[in-house]
């Protein structure tokens, strides 16, 4: 069964930077695409970037210029670079596929709180 761990969150003030982490277990890693989701307070949740197998990511014009994912396939590992943060990225965090493997897959997630 897939799983994925995410990690790195934390409160930081606009314009400020954090980078979030997934670990993913259960899947052939290396062969499928991958994505950040965010779901912040009160709203659904949302793909904020993605990176296929052979590394070609692509982002919500929200975050395009301001995050970067990236992956590595010997540690099952993907990324979010996040930098000037502003309060309207506020929301927890999660990794799943591209597309999601499932409606039982979704870790827990990572809160990153923008806010001065």
């Known amino acids: 069964q897939v799983q994925f761990v995410d990690s790195g969150g934390g409160l930081v003030q606009p314009g400020g930077s954090l980078r979030l982490s997934c670990a993913a277990s259960?899947?052939?890693?290396?062969?499928?695409?991958m994505a950040w989701y965010r779901q912040p307070p009160g709203k659904q949740r949302e793909l904020v970037a993605s990176i296929t197998d052979g590394r070609t990511s692509n982002y919500a014009d929200s975050v395009k210029g301001r995050f970067t994912i990236s992956r590595d396939n010997t540690e099952n590992t993907i990324y979010l670079q996040m930098s000037s943060l502003k309060p309207e990225d506020t929301a927890v965090y999660f990794c799943?596929?591209?597309?999601?493997?499932?409606?039982?897959?979704w870790g827990q997630g990572t809160q990153v709180t923008v806010s001065s």
């Open positions: 259960g899947t052939r890693f290396s062969l499928y695409a």
């Open positions: 799943n596929g591209n597309p999601a493997y499932g409606s039982n897959s």
